[in-house]
């Protein structure tokens, strides 16, 4: 029997239709996922990388999909900005992330994630504006993560954008920073306050001597342009040891806190690294 290239281009057309299928349906799904309260938001703290304390939570999406459990951002995020339900989402996201610091203790910042998609709106920043109106945080306790894959879209609109949300006193966090297109007049053009280093460079730190001098290089340009630099995804107390020793400002990971949805237990919890 010839295993012949028709029978796996059929094969292959099969599964592909049940890929769209399964994208179609989370798509669809996802439109009522907010109405049938199925979405909410995870905090992860993140801390000062000397003291130990908590200084904020990055506030992280999750679907409890029915008949699927909890299903990953990773997976139904990319389907979101694709069918433009991020639109929606992330203002769910930023309401609901508000509102909800609005009550915890000052100065705790709570970090948002920001689809490039949401930064097309031409209304991204007086959104925002309202958001922190409604929800009476202070704007300086907001902080919008965005990968460099947003400034690649309609550069002048995120300009006006960033630069309306700086000036009410909003933080904006370069995410992901190392990995993907990552340019450093990037980092000098747009007004960013914080550089957050990608978590696959953490990982490799206890074994990659490359790594450690990558994470080395991105602390001393964020030094050099007055930027604080937080390391994320530090697991292990090596890899926290190593970051602190090269001058990260901030760290956040597995090690020293999980995503939990109630972060307010937590906000007692005081690590003292200097032990
Ligand atoms: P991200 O912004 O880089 O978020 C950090 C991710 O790393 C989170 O995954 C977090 O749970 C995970 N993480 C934190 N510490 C560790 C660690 O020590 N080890 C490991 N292995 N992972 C760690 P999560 O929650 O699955 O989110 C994945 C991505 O989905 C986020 O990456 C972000 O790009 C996106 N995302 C999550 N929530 C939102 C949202 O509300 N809006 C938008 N636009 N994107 C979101
Ligand atoms: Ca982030
Ligand atoms: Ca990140
Ligand atoms: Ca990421």
Redesign the pocket.
Known sequence: VKHGGRGKACFFDAEMDEATRARRLIESELRHAITRHQIH??Y?PILDAHSGVISGY?????WNRPGHGIC???VF?PIAEESGS?VQ??EW?LQQACSEAARWPHPLTIA????PV?FMLPNLAERIETILEETRLAPDRLEI?I?EAALFRDRDRVMTTLQRLRSLGVHIVM??FGTGYSSLSNLRTFPFDKI?V??SF??MLEHDAAARSIVRAIIGLGHSLGMPVVT????TETQRRIVVEEGCAQV????LG??DIEPSIKFAARRNFLS
């Open positions: 938001l995870s992860q990055e506030a992280l999406m999750r990953e951002p990773d995020i991020i989402l992330g996201v948002v994630n920001v689809s949401q993560e990968t995410d992901d957050k990608d978590r953490t990982g994320e995804g530090v697991e956040q990971g597995f090690l999980k995503p």
